[in-house]
């Protein structure tokens, strides 16, 4: 079973900075995407960083890149999402979030994700 948990969100000024954590389990696949999505109240679901697990290709939403970077450790089966100059826009619950495999471009696409961890929550004050 596969199982996905999210760890390291908070609450921090505007300009700062947090680090994200997604440890995964139970997952057979080699080949896969995953990454993380974010969703604040009143909007729909956004995926804002993705990588594909076995070629370390990345994909990065318009609204984070060059702030925010994703990264895994693959020994320990741990996803990270690291966000720099965090605003308040940036406020939302964050998602760890994984498809089947067999995809070697990965898509910001919510509905082709099959699991998903219980969120964690990042709130920036101005």
């Known amino acids: 079973q596969v199982q996905l948990q999210e760890s390291g969100g908070g609450s921090v000024q505007s300009g700062g900075s947090l680090r994200l954590s997604c440890a995964a389990s139970?997952?057979?696949?080699?080949?896969?995407?995953m990454g993380w999505f974010r969703q604040a109240p009143g909007k729909e679901r956004e995926g804002i960083a993705l990588i594909q697990r076995r070629s370390g290709s990345k994909w990065y939403g318009e609204s984070v890149k060059g702030r925010f970077t994703i990264s895994q450790d693959n020994a320990k089966g741990t996803l990270y999402l690291q966000m720099n100059s965090l605003q308040p826009d940036d406020t939302a619950m964050y998602y760890c979030?994984?498809?089947?495999?067999?995809?070697?471009?990965?898509?910001?696409?919510?509905?082709?994700?099959?699991?998903w961890g219980q969120g964690t929550q990042v709130t920036v004050s101005s």
């Open positions: 979030a994984a498809d089947r495999g067999g995809k070697s471009y990965c898509q910001m696409t919510p509905t082709l994700y099959t699991y």
């Open positions: 139970g997952y057979t696949y080699t080949s896969y995407c």
